[in-house]
């Protein structure tokens, strides 16, 4: 049974049937091929018999291990290793195939190697996956054949191996290098610093032109013989919030991406940024319910209770409550804080509705709406209208994104901080808004 499960036939097997089929067929005119034919039949059993043989008396001849990392990240480009090793005495046709999670819907994958005796092959291929969660991959397949091509033999490796899908560490890492290297401005982030006129002292300088006359240190003066002066920085250790909505606003896909995935990733890039700028951070999840809440921590090992937190987080079909939100915020948030709500507002009257809950946790806290700018729209109002069809299309798309920007405007008119943005860019946009705030002193 376990001969009859990996014995298959090659390709090139079915054309020389096809071949000696001609063959007999043409002998009808040319007699001479009849008995040629039947010599080429005895062959063919013959080499089959042999390549059957060659590739099925050996043992232990094909090693093949895929290498999975512990964790893939959401919405990345993955690179998963597999390396093949053969010890057959000829040189081998290889054909691998990974029996991909169903998530990626791909069952064309294959790779072709050929390999000598003793000889070793690594290959790469990457994975996009575009939704948390649990993904496992199938058996890794090895088909062998010998150079006669008649028949081949499967191998079968490394059956049902589960990686789980966290939200994108790969974007986190980045963010992570670039802000500990102060190269934050290759992704387009605002590197913002305010020197003096904040709460936390920093270090003692000489004066220069334009400094603060206020911030003068007078003993330092006298004992170097020139004005000094004291520098401040931003107040650190300061509480900051990711709020998430996870109604049905946040459903929405882009580029095979939900909403709340995208606000998932920026959260966690964010939460690293801050944590190694010395603030607090913490995050909450709602809709009709509140399903998370994780108080802010100044610990970097805190960002692994967020990961965890944001991997479970699902989105439902129900309208979200800002009253509930805001009565948690009440309830649980004491200090004035920074709160990231990252949120989506398709016309006025929906942001109408919930603006009387935001105005009032504005009022305690620095509040920041984030929702999102409808891409797809923009590419269809940069398109020339050929038809008249086209152009009221064209005409609702202008007139929706028109309401995008009139829901920023009566937001800021109200004094709430908003980030309007593609869901592409909404983790530059997320930290350049944090810096700039720092760098106002508005927490």
Avoid: C
């Avoid at 072709?112 to 070793?120: P, R, Y």
């Avoid at 801050?274 to 607090?280: C, I, Q, S, W």
């Avoid at 989105?315 to 309830?331: C, E, P, V, W």
């Avoid at 398709?346 to 504005?362: D, M, N, T």
């Amino acid at each position: 049974m376990q001969f009859l499960k990996s014995f298959y036939i090659h390709n090139h097997f079915f054309w020389y049937v096809a071949i000696l089929a001609a063959s007999f067929v043409f002998s009808y005119w040319f007699p001479l091929l009849y008995p040629i034919s039947w010599i080429l039949v005895f062959v063919l059993i013959t080499l089959f018999l042999l390549d059957t043989y060659f590739l099925y008396a050996p043992t232990n001849t094909i090693y093949a291990k895929r290498n999975l990392p512990q964790k893939l990240s959401n919405s990345d480009y993955n690179v998963l290793t597999v390396k093949v090793t053969s010890k057959y005495a000829f040189r081998t046709g290889i054909v691998v195939i990974d029996e991909l999670p169903v998530q990626f819907q791909k069952r064309d994958f294959a790779q072709h190697l050929a390999l000598s005796k003793n000889e070793s092959q690594t290959f790469d291929y990457s994975v996009r996956p575009v939704e948390r969660g649990e993904y496992v991959f199938g058996n890794l397949n090895v088909y062998v054949s010998s150079p006669l091509q008649i028949v081949k033999r499967r191998f079968v490796f490394q059956k049902d191996q589960m990686v789980p899908v966290y939200p994108s560490i790969i974007q986190m890492q980045q963010y992570d290098f670039l802000a500990i290297n102060n190269r934050l401005s290759e992704f387009g982030l605002k590197k913002i610093r305010r020197i003096g006129h904040t709460q936390e002292f920093e270090q003692i300088k000489e004066y220069i032109k334009g400094d603060d006359m206020r911030t003068i240190n007078w003993k330092a003066t006298a004992k170097k013989n020139q004005l000094m002066v004291n520098q401040y920085q931003d107040e650190k250790s300061q509480p900051i919030y990711s709020i998430i909505d996870t109604g049905r606003v946040m459903k929405m896909p882009f580029n095979g991406l939900k909403l709340l995935d995208y606000a998932i990733n920026s959260t966690l890039a964010f939460s690293n940024v801050a944590l190694k700028r010395n603030d607090k951070t913490g995050m909450l999840t709602f809709s009709k319910n509140i399903e998370t809440f994780v108080p802010a921590v100044q610990k970097i090992s805190h960002l692994n209770t967020i990961l965890e937190k944001l991997y479970n987080i699902s989105t439902l079909f129900s309208d979200s409550d800002f009253g509930l939100l805001y009565a948690q915020i009440k309830r649980k948030v004491n200090q004035r804080s920074l709160l990231l709500l990252y949120t989506n507002f398709e016309h006025v009257s929906a942001l109408r509705r919930q603006l009387p809950f935001l105005l009032a946790i504005a009022k305690k806290h620095v509040l920041v709406v984030i929702f999102f700018e409808n891409t797809e729209l923009e590419e269809l109002i940069s398109t020339d209208a050929e038809n008249l069809q086209a152009i009221y299309h064209k005409t609702i798309a202008e007139k929706f994104s028109l309401e995008k920007k009139l829901m920023q405007k009566e937001l800021q008119r109200y004094g709430i901080q908003t980030i309007l943005t593609r869901p592409e860019s909404l983790t530059i946009n997320t930290i350049n808004k944090y810096l700039e705030i720092k760098a106002k002193g508005l927490l």
